[in-house]
């Protein structure tokens, strides 16, 4: 390993063209600097310099070398400043290149974001889905969604989120078709496909890394990834799409996921920064600024699969609320009343972002099944078939959520519960 102050006292040297010289400006003594430039040779089994008393001139070799030095001071030099300002506030422009459907739909509010809390940086934003010379533009950061991994060896690669694209389909084409239970199913629905090497077949990937295939002539191709959205609002057929370009659509129940096991794509976005400014502190907090949220703003939010009740989260603890039969003592005059308070509570949950559904097998418990969204049977859950009554599902992070909102449906439903956590299963 050379040592970096031998490798710029050498540099010194050169500049200056001369041992003695060199001393003056560093000073230091002629002889320190000749002994600490021959500990270079020595490591690099090279002369450098020729010189004697009269004579001082580099070697070809020293020259070659010399242009690497110079590289590695100005390196050390950026390091060192980078490694000072990390310390004061983020300052200065950001030229950034990004995908125009990461600029659409994952970054519009990110970036406004971000400048807030940084009132010194400034952005300039360029949306393009066309080959860029990253370096040779003169951009200090590019934000690229791949699929697979990325080739260029001459820019640093910061993964930020895993953004996998889904099959989804507009309700009324559903209702009208069928819901396809199996990749081999697709064949008889109308496709939607984005144009290029995958315009004329999807390779899914299930569970257990299964991997399905499915062909297709589609009824809609398009380069455009809003152009794709909208025609699967609009009931065209089934798309391949990453859910952050559609959670408002999913939100609105214009589009339903299909088939939830399976990823059309196992996409990424990774930040890539050429290695001369991958230390500026502006781009350095703005990468790590992104590799927090963008996987926030990006997650799909499995409320709206198809089927709900299978969905997997190993973030969440499911939270069983049983309501024995014997325990409602709801008179059926207010049966009605009961269950609008249910679904009440039930809205409220859903507002808060609670996973619920319910179920049961005993009429007693009409409230309870009007105020999910969803009957469940109990093969579903089998840990529910001890029951003469009903039961809801909770999904939450903790039992303190998982109690509050047990207590909340019991009141509602005018009965005593007992709650009981049974965790997450993968296979449940």
């Known amino acids: 390993m050379l040592d970096l102050k031998d490798v710029y006292y050498f540099v010194q040297v050169v500049d200056r063209g001369g041992f003695t010289a060199a001393g003056e400006a560093l000073r230091l003594p002629k002889s320190t600097l000749s002994h600490r430039v021959k500990e270079l040779e020595g490591s690099l089994g090279v002369r450098l310099i020729n010189r004697t008393s009269r004579h001082f001139a580099v070697t070809e070799v020293g020259h070659e070398f010399y242009q690497y030095a110079m590289a590695l001071m100005r390196s050390a030099d950026l390091a060192e400043e980078a490694m000072r300002q990390r310390l004061a506030e983020p300052s200065g422009v950001i030229r950034v290149t990004t995908a125009t459907d990461i600029a659409q739909f994952a970054l519009r509010h990110v970036l406004p974001t ?31 969604g791949h699929v697979g991994q990325l080739q260029d060896s001459n820019l640093v690669q910061h993964p930020l989120a895993r953004t996998p694209w889904y099959l989804f389909a507009g309700p009324d084409y559903l209702e009208r078709t069928s819901v396809p239970a199996q990749p081999e199913e697709l064949a008889s629905h109308a496709i939607i496909a984005m144009a290029g090497k995958s315009a004329s077949q999807w390779q899914l990937l299930g569970p257990d890394k299964r991997v399905a295939t499915v062909p297709f002539e589609p009824r809609f191709l398009s380069n455009s990834l809003i152009s794709l959205k909208e025609a699967a609002c609009a009931n065209v057929g089934v798309a391949a799409l990453p859910v952050y370009a559609c959670q408002a659509e999913l939100k609105a129940g214009s589009l339903r996921q299909i088939l939830p096991e399976w990823i059309a794509a196992d996409a990424r976005i990774t930040a890539l920064i ?63 009343a009961v269950g609008e308070a249910a679904r009440e509570v039930i809205r ?25 969204d969803g009957t469940v049977t109990n093969e579903t859950y089998p840990q529910t078939k001890e029951f003469d009554g009903g039961f809801c599902v909770l999904e939450l ?21 007992e709650l009981r956590e049974f965790g997450y299963d993968p296979e449940s």
């Open 114 to 144: 971000f400048l807030s809390d940084h009132p010194k940086v400034r952005i300039q934003e360029t949306a393009t889905d066309r080959i860029v010379d990253i370096v040779g533009e003169g951009f200090d950061l590019a934000i690229r």
């Open 397 to 417: 992070p903790s039992r303190e959520d998982a109690t509050l909102w047990a207590a909340k449906i019991a009141k509602a439903c005018r009965c005593s519960q």
């Open 348 to 372: 409220e949950a859903k507002a808060a972002g609670v996973y619920v559904f319910g179920g049961g097998i005993n009429a007693a418990v009409a409230p309870c099944m009007v105020a999910s």
């Open 274 to 336: 050429p290695y001369r400014t991958g230390l500026l502190p502006a781009v350095r907090t703005m990468v790590d600024y992104l590799a927090v949220v963008l996987p926030r703003v990006t997650a799909f939010d499995h409320h709206y699969r198809l089927d709900r009740p299978q969905r997997k989260d190993p973030t969440m603890t499911k939270y069983l609320i049983s309501f024995p039969a014997s325990a409602m003592q709801v008179p059926a005059e207010d049966v009605a």
